[in-house]
């Protein structure tokens, strides 16, 4: 690996995303390896500079961002030889807690130098990719909230207060989902969709998911009593929900979801799809730097 082409969300991590990119590329033009910063400068301009990137020769495409960033790149990563890598630079790293890929620019830079490609699963939700954990319901009303708060707050503060505020509003809706020939109905209070581990800055939401085997987990928690959701709750963040009756847990390729309203859904922390909605896995989709 010789050449390097970093693609660089300048806003993720409250604007520290760069100062580390600049740290982590020190380290690499000590190591040889030539480095050229592509920096997005609107939404949905990752797979652009991704594409750029590729037909300018580069050995490996690293994405410097959060979560949303990571998310974003994988249109233009699917199916394609160039290896990626990501600098878990943003305010969420799910997925790179999930590789165990380090926030810090030094170790990071280590994991890239002596890391191999291995084919990484991707998901998608009707027509949207996404590499870590997609849903419906509480996790859902979480980033609403955080998004309302994060013009007062700083980001931790404004996810915890998000938290406080959807368990205000927290309710169970009727949901159904097919897989295979089976179909099933819930009063659901969180529909989970894993290809990673890790949701909201750590919380276990799917603790035995992997991307490297070819399977989503789903998890839902359904048919609470008001005074079952506070522990409920808390295992669900610590991991060690599966075993609850009020949780449904399986493992598949595809699931149809729908509801008797139209739900928003998040991917990787973004909300950009509704029911109904198929999510399918894609095995070994993303050439990715492990």
């Known amino acids: 690996m010789k050449k390097i082409y970093i693609v660089i969300n300048p806003v993720s991590g409250g604007g520290k995303c760069g100062e580390k990119v600049d740290a982590a590329v020190k380290l690499l033009e000590k190591a040889g ?17 991704i594409h750029q990137a590729t037909l300018s020769g580069a050995d490996c ?85 955080t998004e309302r708060y994060k013009k007062r707050f700083k980001a931790k503060s404004a996810y915890m207060l998000g938290l406080l505020h959807a368990l205000l509003r927290l309710k169970q809706t009727s949901v159904t989902i097919r897989h295979g020939d089976t179909e099933m109905r ?15 800055g750590g919380m276990e939401a799917h603790p035995r998911a992997t991307p490297l085997d070819g399977y989503f987990d789903l998890c839902v928690i359904h048919d609470l009593k008001k005074r079952q959701v506070p522990g409920t709750l808390l295992r669900f963040l610590k991991g060690r929900h599966l075993d609850l009756p009020a949780a449904y847990y399986t493992r598949g390729t595809e699931f149809w979801v729908n509801a008797e309203q139209e739900l928003p859904i998040q991917l990787d922390g973004e909300i950009i799809e509704k029911t109904p909605a198929i999510f399918k896995i894609l095995p070994g989709a993303v050439s990715f730097i492990l």
């Not at 030539?34 to 500079?49: A, E, F, N, V, W």
């Not at 819930?186 to 909201?200: D, H, P, Q």
Request: glycine share 12%.
């Open 186 to 200: 819930f009063e659901a209070m969180i529909t989970s969709v894993g290809n990673g581990r890790f949701i909201g």
């Open 33 to 49: 390896i030539t480095c050229h910063k592509l920096y997005s400068q609107r939404i949905g301009d990752m797979p652009r500079l």
């Open 61 to 145: 495409v690293t994405v410097a961002g959060g979560d949303g960033t990571m998310r974003e790149a994988v249109e233009a990563l699917v199916y394609k030889d160039i290896p990626a890598f990501l600098f878990p630079f943003g305010t969420g790293n799910d997925l790179a807690l999930a590789l165990g890929i380090s926030p810090d620019p030094a170790l990071c830079v280590q994991q890239l130098l002596n890391g191999s490609v291995q084919k990484l699963d991707a998901g998608m939700v009707n027509d949207s990719y996404f590499l870590n954990v997609a849903g419906l319901g509480f996790d859902v009303e979480v980033l609403i909230q």
